[in-house]
């Protein structure tokens, strides 16, 4: 695995530096758009509504828009905010383990001790364990100030983001307004075939039949010839011949990879 950042678990006079690493990835099949006809790329471009003109990443800034007007915002200038350069995982409190609801977790991180020594590493792992405690942690990460949960997780810290507490949404259904009525009966009945179910949960167990089967797909028309040579594509920058055709995921993905690249070079 490669690091994201370094940077520092502190609370009180207390700092343990870490690494940090995701601990999660993606393994879906990658799809891309083609023409029907050729087989060819579907390529986005990054052109300017006003000019016309196919903008290289260097030259893309980022602005916050308005109803009439907008404010550009250099790359420089968000580098400069505070939150941004910081490399700290700020401990704001200890909570207790249960009080924390799932649904505010989002993507979780590995924390590796860095340095000769990991016993503060160590102490403070042992500590939540001991209390049954989870810190409420505050860090900055891509530009963004972040809330996140640092519990243990076998031998290692783990670092949840979680989501804002305006951003959780309220359930507020109208069939669940009034009261409904259940007898002993049903629930006596739903009970036994909950326990019919009853299993220790193993995630091994379970894998992703769609992409299995996308994978095996694949698989069969190569092995049969049914498959295309790639064809060069245009440099970057070039206009594409034909259609203006945008493809929205391909935008993402080099969006999201250009911001691991500037995060891993600033760690």
């Not at 016309?52 to 007007?69: C, L, N, P, R, Y």
């Not at 405690?133 to 810290?157: C, E, H, N, S």
């Not at 669940?176 to 007898?183: D, K, N």
């Not at 009970?191 to 995630?203: Q, W, Y």
Request: net charge negative; proline share 3%.
């Amino acid at each position: 695995m490669r690091s994201i950042w370094k940077g520092a678990i502190t609370f009180g006079l207390v700092n343990v530096p870490v690494k940090v690493y995701s601990a999660t990835e993606d393994h879906d099949v990658a799809l891309h758009q083609v023409h029907d006809e050729d087989g060819g790329r579907i390529r986005y471009q990054r052109r300017c509504e006003i000019c016309g003109q196919i903008v290289d990443f260097e030259h893309i800034d980022k602005a916050w828009a308005g109803d009439d007007q907008i404010v550009v915002l250099t790359e420089a200038e968000l580098s400069s905010l505070p939150a941004e350069r910081a490399r700290e995982i700020d401990v704001v409190e200890f909570v207790p383990s249960d009080q924390l609801d799932p649904i505010m977790f989002e993507r979780t991180y590995y924390l590796e001790p860095e340095g000769r020594s990991a016993k503060a590493y160590v102490l403070l792992r042992r500590t939540l364990e001991a209390t049954n405690r989870t810190a409420i942690v505050r860090f900055a990460l891509r530009q963004k100030t972040r809330l996140g949960a640092l519990r243990v997780r076998g031998d290692v810290l783990v670092l949840q983001g979680l989501l804002w507490s305006d951003e959780v949404r309220t359930a507020n259904f109208s069939a669940l307004a009034g009261p409904v009525s259940v007898t002993d009966r049903e629930l006596e009945l739903s009970g036994a075939l909950v326990k019919s179910f009853e299993k220790d949960f193993t995630p091994e167990e379970f894998s992703d039949d769609y992409q299995v089967q996308l994978r095996a797909l694949i698989d069969a028309k190569l092995a049969r010839g049914d498959s295309r040579e790639t064809h060069t594509t245009p440099e970057a920058g070039e206009p594409a011949s034909g259609g203006e055709v945008l493809d929205l995921m391909e935008a993402l993905r080099r969006s999201v990879d250009a911001s691991h690249r500037r995060s891993s070079d600033t760690g």
